[in-house]
């Protein structure tokens, strides 16, 4: 869909900053490791760290749209450093959008600003998927809680400042917020891994942490439908990431294939990678459209809003890994190789297809949704 004036400042002034602030900087990140808190609250002097959030305590208010449109210039830049932006402006929604004035007070303002960091927490070393099985308990006990478990997977653990935290309390889930102060808490070894290296992993594990109810993010047994709603959003804003990621790739391959020679010509010059660079560019293009569409039906809250959501996730993020790997193999070798930043990008968007609900739970989702009534 075409950009109106307001969108297109706002996708112009993400794009910006990847190439500025990001680009150049992505692969070292990367190889070193490096999670780039300074960079990030840079980002968030633009608004980029509470898209979303309400303007009372400093958010932006902008469309799932909006957003949807700065993490696809941001993953331009460092699909690793958008992703974890990603994550923290869910954090600050729910705690925003569902949490007492007393707890948005307390957190928000923080936030938007990333003076505090917020990591999510949901996915248990025993249940990522099947969120039913939740083993983390959260027992109250007068005027707090006693939260027992631990959590994998969790993004910016050890370094962020707060935790959303997703427990079972009496058979439901309900939501904390858990300052990394609190004692009790502790994190795992760094994990190492295939891709998002610019952003720490860990487990986060609870030992008798106590929690006061104050902490509790809306009413008990509420949580589970808030991290619903908020996967939604996290759906759409990781999607976005692939398809930057997938842009930029597509750029490096048009810019390499224009400059590579093989047998006396260019290599954009054969048909076959005209083939391939047209077929990558219409893919790109579907995914796009299909992207912006489910965003523009979130913000307008229709009935089928959460079937297009997991749609979108699933094709773009699919789309764009294959995408992306196309354009590593137009590279030849090179592709292979660091320094090209190819194989940085097919890492780092191979977790998109399992992170915020794997893509076979997509297909679970979208199925039920076709069927419900039949």
């Known amino acids: 869909m075409p950009l109106n004036d307001d969108q297109a400042m706002i996708s112009e002034a993400a794009r910006r900053f990847a190439y500025d602030k990001l680009r150049p900087f992505a692969g070292a990140w990367d190889e070193q490791k490096h999670f780039p808190v300074d960079v990030m609250r840079e980002a968030a002097g633009l608004g ?43 954090c600050t929604w729910m705690i925003d959008s569902f949490g007492s004035d007393a707890l948005r007070a307390r957190f928000v303002p923080k936030l938007t600003g990333m003076a505090t960091i917020a990591s999510y927490c949901l996915t248990e070393p025993g249940s990522g998927s099947d969120a039913a099985a939740m083993k983390t308990r959260a027992v109250r006990e007068g005027d707090a809680y006693v939260l027992n478990g631990s959590k994998a997977f969790i993004s910016g653990a050890g370094v962020s400042d707060i935790y959303v935290v997703m427990a079972n309390t009496d058979e439901t889930i309900s939501a904390f917020v858990v300052s990394k102060e609190t004692s009790g808490l502790s994190f795992g070894a760094v994990e190492k891994k295939m891709g998002w290296n610019a952003q720490p992993t860990r ?31 996290g759906r759409l804003n990781i999607a976005a990431c692939s398809l930057g ?31 391939k660079l047209a077929d990558m560019e219409t893919e790109l293009q579907a995914a796009r459209s299909m992207l912006y569409e489910a965003a523009a039906r979130l913000d307008d809250h229709t009935p089928d809003a959460t079937k297009w959501c997991a749609m979108a996730k699933r094709f773009v993020t699919d789309t764009c890994s294959k995408i992306a790997n196309e354009a590593l193999q137009i590279h030849g070798g090179y592709g292979y190789l660091h320094d090209y930043g190819v194989e940085r990008i097919v890492r780092d968007l191979r977790v998109h297809q399992i992170l915020e609900g794997t893509n076979e739970i997509m297909r679970v989702i979208i199925a039920r949704d076709m069927l419900k009534g039949s």
């Open 245 to 275: 990621g997938a842009q930029d790739a597509l750029d490096r391959a048009m810019a390499y294939a224009s400059e590579r020679s093989q047998f006396g010509q260019h290599l954009n010059a054969f048909q076959v990678t005209q083939f």
């Open 48 to 90: 980029f760290a509470a898209i979303y959030t309400g303007e009372e305590h400093g958010g932006a208010a902008m469309s799932r749209l909006d957003a949807v449109l700065i993490f696809e210039q941001l993953s331009r830049g460092c699909i690793a450093t958008a992703a974890f932006l990603s994550i923290h402006n869910m």
């Open 203 to 233: 487990q986060v594990m609870f030992d008798q942490v106590q929690i006061p109810v104050g902490n509790r993010i809306g009413d008990e047994g509420q949580g589970f439908k808030f991290a619903m709603k908020g996967l939604d959003g």
